[in-house]
């Protein structure tokens, strides 16, 4: 959930075990921070080149798992606050941005179709992972930190939508992950300039090779592919095609039974648009609820 707070990021989540399973009934709170560094491309209408921007995200963030006609489901919902720093030339000359506010936030529901089905404790115990198929949608609204008289902004003003299939195999202590997904947003009519700002749909695969130690901790390594997202300023299109790779890598740590830390890293592999970032974050977890 942490990669659902950086500021830049709408289709470069990496997202490992989007889609395990999970007792019905129990509750998380997830608390963490997510650094990032690097550059962001834009519109070829926008005399912008050379952006280097920093971000602080704080994140918060609350999820339930939840019977869903016999199948396993669950809800999240993350609130992302953000302090984006960087320095960019306009027109030729170096300016600023300094800014803080909400980023935007998340609703996702999840279920999975095949091979995880609703289980209490005392079943999960003896349940197995073989195959798991499942599937998401994820809203983000308009909200959060947006000036229509600038061009960085935290927030992007306008609705996005994210549907996901993801597939999921395991085989002793490992499992292997893919996940497909498309993410379309409306328009943004109160863009820089008095502009109206419309993209392409975002398209992205994601792959994930975890390991599971007899210890509770976990590993994964990570990559994700978006392509698309070409942005149309006043129905004029700018050269801006998405054909993005990024890597990474998390590892979680349980403290007890009811508390965890996650680590995560990830870079920018390559980048067609220049829009290219390193991110690193913690995070803190704590569950209860289901009978644990």
Known sequence: M???AVPVAHAQDIEPRAYSNAPVGVNFVIAGAVFTRGGLSFDTSVPIT???LESSTLVLAYARTLDLWGKSGKLDVIVPYTRLVGTADYLGQPVERDVTGFGRPALRM????LGAPALGLREFGQWKQDVIVGASLQVSPPWGQYDSSRIVNIGSNRWSFKPEVGISKAAGPWTLELQAAATFFTDNDEFYGGNTRSQDPVYSLQGHVIYGFASGKWVSVDATYFTGGRTRINGVRG???QQNWRVGAILAIPVDRHNSIKLSASSGVSARTGN??????VAWQHRWGGGL
């Open 50 to 52: 050379g952006a280097q």
């Open 2 to 4: 942490l990669a659902l």
């Open 110 to 113: 999840s279920i999975n179709l």
């Open 276 to 281: 290219n970032f390193d991110a690193i974050g």
């Open 239 to 241: 050269d801006d095609l």
